[in-house]
């Protein structure tokens, strides 16, 4: 995040439309956040809008929106992560049931996403904390505060549960290569 003269920049990761051709992973991308005084300008390589629904639906002003588009990335995050967690019970189950390596290495493809995730969160902190110690300057509302704190603790929670998953998933690999090994 950067304060210029004429606008606040801001670059903030979200997660990639998910695939299905690319066999559980699930990837990350930039957003571009530019702020000006009476408008923002939305980058990014995806074809996805950022944002869309009823949190959308009563805008008074730019920061607000801002802030909202970065609320809502938080929670796509979110779903991705209930997707993750669903996707790897079913395979631990087929697993428990077959010895085929296809699912241990769908289990690897989502572990691997998991790292991504994790690492989009940390910079995604960062650049909120960076934006809570510059509020005064971001020229936002009282109410934008709230809004940015809740932000904060949303993505803090988001990185917690993506990081046991993680620590889940990994555990699961570990068990099966040993059983492997051992049979």
């Known amino acids: ?43 990014t390589t995806d074809d996805m809008l950022p944002f869309g629904g009823k949190a959308f639906a009563r805008l008074e002003w730019m920061p607000e929106l801002m ?36 699912y241990l290495l769908r289990l690897f493809a989502l572990e691997k996403s998991l790292v991504y995730y994790l690492n989009a969160m940390t910079s995604n902190g960062a650049v909120l904390e960076r934006m809570k110690s510059c509020f005064h300057r971001l020229e936002f509302h009282q109410d934008d505060r709230e ?12 990185f917690k549960q993506a990081k046991v998953y993680s620590n889940i998933l990994s555990s699961m690999m570990d068990a099966r290569v040993s059983i492997v090994n051992n049979n």
Do not use: W
Not at 73 to 98: C, M, N, P, W, Y
């Open 147 to 158: 809004l940015l704190d809740d932000i904060i603790i949303e993505n803090h929670q988001c």
């Open 67 to 102: 802030l909202k588009i970065l609320n809502s990335s938080i929670g796509h995050f979110r779903a991705h992560l209930q997707v993750i967690d669903r996707v790897s019970e079913e395979l631990a189950d087929k697993i428990s049931t077959s010895m085929e390596n296809k």
């Open 1 to 43: 995040m950067e304060k210029e003269p004429s606008h606040t920049a801001l670059i903030f990761k979200i997660p990639k439309k998910y695939d299905p051709r690319e066999e559980l992973a699930f990837h990350v991308t930039s957003l571009g956040l530019f702020l000006f005084e009476n408008s923002l300008m939305i980058i």
